[in-house]
């Protein structure tokens, strides 16, 4: 019974995050959608973003850009940990990292209150952008794209 009433509790909390976060974007002008992972999902210039929906830490908020940087041998898989880790010293929060063979940059922050995450996004979001492009920087400098 206990494990059924706490399952219940983290659903509605879910639930409220997401319901939340989407109810924002909607204001602002996106159109979110609830992804097969339970997160939030929404474009933004062409590109696709998801808000992280933690349950068990509303106050943990991250938004997330996948697969920015597709890594096609081992010579670029050591370009990419190279460009990953100069955009991680050059970006305010932003944080750039391999995730299988693709390159994924995020913010992560802890914020006070789960609705404070309003007065942080759209500095969030510009800070998500800074840090892909110290990365994209990196890598055609490597490559000699300059």
Avoid at 4 to 22: F, T, V
Wanted: aromatic share 10%; net charge negative.
């Amino acid at each position: 019974m206990l494990g059924m009433a706490q399952g219940e509790s983290e659903n509605a909390a879910k639930k409220s995050l997401q319901d939340m976060y989407i109810e924002y974007l909607t204001e602002e002008g996106y159109r979110p959608e609830i992804d097969a992972d339970g997160d939030v999902q929404f474009k933004a210039e062409g590109k696709t973003y998801f808000i992280n929906v933690v349950e068990d830490d509303p106050t943990y908020f991250r938004v997330v850009l996948a697969n920015i940087w597709p890594i096609e041998s081992e010579d670029e898989r050591a370009q990419c940990l190279i460009a990953v880790d100069y955009s991680n010293a050059k970006s305010k929060v932003a944080k750039s990292y391999l995730v299988k063979d693709n390159i994924w940059v995020g913010i992560e922050l802890f914020i006070a209150k789960p609705e404070d995450f309003k007065e942080v996004f759209r500095r969030s979001m510009g800070a998500l952008s800074n840090g892909v492009a110290h990365f994209v920087t990196k890598m055609r400098e490597q490559r000699g794209d300059e």
